[in-house]
């Protein structure tokens, strides 16, 4: 899946995230099935950013070995371990290969914070529908309802969208593009 199929995915599990609380019953038949659609999408983000973080291994290692063999080649005088470092370091191919590992780690911190979201929603049913028994009995013992009601009332769609798009844009900052002098 690449990064604008998983955010046009994301984009579609927001749209699903408002509760309907006067249809709670198939909010609550309907949950394990969401959940399941987008936990689904976790383990291939993983293995695809466990492949580039592998990729980036193996580029440094190739670059070295290469470099030690030829220094010349690659505009070295000397051949010091501390100057190796640097240049495959600065080399273009693993600097793309550092920065298809941090694209890769944005999509799985991306989709986590869309399944923490789809766990809270569910969190969110489970209460609902312990305060509605709850105050479905109250009304049967001809008791006040609990102000609680009205809390849980004014819990809107943009609040959870919100939240949501706080935690992407810390992920994207966390996991912003590297810039090197010679860019």
Known sequence: MNKDELL???????????????????ECAGQAVFFAEVAEKMPQLRVD???AKARLEFVKG???????????????????????????TAHEDCRNAKQALNDATYLVDCLGAVL??????????????????????????????HAETEV???????????????????????????TTQNE
């Open 8 to 26: 046009a995915f994301i984009q579609g599990v927001r749209v699903r995230l408002p509760i309907d609380r006067f249809g709670l019953a198939e």
């Open 49 to 51: 950013a466990f492949a």
């Open 62 to 88: 190739d670059l070295d070995v290469k470099m030690r063999a030829n220094p010349a080649n690659y505009g070295l005088t000397k051949s010091t371990d501390t100057l190796i470092a640097s240049a495959v």
């Open 116 to 145: 923490g979201a789809v766990e809270q929603r569910k969190s969110m049913i489970r209460d609902l529908v312990d305060l509605f028994g709850r105050e479905y009995h109250q009304a049967q013992q001809g008791m006040p309802m």
């Open 152 to 178: 849980l009332a004014k819990v809107s769609a943009k609040a959870q969208e919100a939240e949501i798009i706080k935690a992407m844009d810390r992920k994207r900052t966390a996991h912003a593009p590297e």
